[in-house]
C-alpha cells in the first residue's frame, strides 16, 4: 500500500537506496499528490511523509536535464532525511528498516 510507495520515492534503508528512490514521481494515482487533506496528517504519519517526498520530486520538475533533477532531488532527499536524526528515525519506523542501518 501506501508504506511502499513511500519507500518508492524515498527508501531510507540506506543512502545509496535513497539516492535511487524514484525522483521523477510527483503524484499517485486520481490526485494523490494534490489533495489539501495530505497537508493535515500528523507529521509522523507515512501521508505525510510521502506528501514531503512528492514535494521535493516537485521543486525540480522545471529542470530540462532528468540526470540532473535526479541528482539534486536525490541530494535534497539525503539532507532532509538521511542526515536528520529524527526524521530518519521516524522514517525507518514507517518503512520498518533497521535504525542502525548503514
Request: aromatic share 4%; hydrophobic share 35%.
Amino acid at each position: 500500500g501506501i508504506g511502499l510507495m513511500l519507500r518508492l520515492v524515498n527508501d531510507i534503508s540506506s543512502i545509496k537506496a535513497t539516492l535511487q528512490s524514484n525522483h521523477t514521481l510527483i503524484m499517485f494515482g486520481r490526485g494523490f499528490g494534490d489533495d489539501m487533506h495530505e497537508y493535515d496528517a500528523p507529521k509522523n504519519s507515512i501521508q505525510h511523509k510521502l506528501r514531503t517526498a512528492l514535494d521535493i520530486n516537485r521543486d525540480w520538475m522545471g529542470k530540462q536535464d532528468l540526470a540532473a533533477l535526479a541528482a539534486e532531488a536525490g541530494q535534497k532527499k539525503v539532507i532532509s532525511t538521511q542526515l536528520n536524526s529524527k526524521e530518519r528515525t521516524s522514517l525507518c519506523c514507517l518503512q520498518e528498516v533497521d535504525i542502525c542501518n548503514e
